[in-house]
């Protein structure tokens, strides 16, 4: 999504054959980036049918609020982005997020603490996933696992107790890493 669809829209002159375009850009684009980080990439999905249910027949108001929506799908990952963070991170960033604090408000403390554990487990995963065959050493994962759960222990983002919402994180974080590794 560049100048040249810019263009390429401008060349219409049907606001249901631009609405209709946006749309599909739109879709093609989340949908070839989803796995590489669904918790950025779901809500955007949401959005995107919010705004085709509101404006089924108005073509006109579509067009011009999927334009609106389009800018915001070029940049919203450089606006959401937590400065710290490289692209690479923010993934497993937004992860971490949306299994520890659902759509809770986060403080900054809170932050700094994701933004620490994100980068700590992104750093062992990088240095891990190098080994040869990780993916099929069960016992090489195990041990991964086993000291992500300390990482996420000692950060103290999950009460101890939730053996629940950190065997779900964790497995959410092998997930991801599994497609990004591919």
Do not use: C, G
Not at 19 to 36: G, K, L, P, T
Not at 107 to 121: A, M, S
């Amino acid at each position: 999504m560049d100048s040249d669809f810019d263009n390429f829209l401008n060349s219409k002159n049907s606001e249901k054959t631009k609405a209709s375009e946006m749309e599909h850009a739109i879709r093609h684009h989340i949908s070839e980036n989803f796995e590489n980080d669904p918790e950025f990439f779901r809500p955007l999905s949401e959005r995107l049918e919010e705004i085709i249910d509101k404006h089924k027949d108005n073509w006109s108001k579509l067009s011009q609020d999927l334009k609106s929506f389009l800018e915001k799908v070029k940049s919203w990952r450089w606006d959401k982005a937590v400065d710290w963070l490289n692209v690479e991170q923010m993934p497993y960033f937004d992860i971490i997020k949306s299994t520890i604090f659902k759509k809770e408000k986060i403080t900054d403390k809170q932050t700094n603490k994701l933004i620490d554990l994100t980068i700590e487990i992104f750093e062992i995963l990088d240095r891990e996933l190098e080994k040869v065959d990780f993916w099929s050493d069960d016992i090489i994962q195990k041990r991964l696992k086993k000291l992500i759960t300390e990482i996420i222990r000692k950060s103290q983002l999950l009460k101890i107790t939730d053996i629940k919402l950190k065997d779900e994180l964790i497995e959410k974080i092998f997930n991801l890493a599994r497609h990004l590794s591919k």
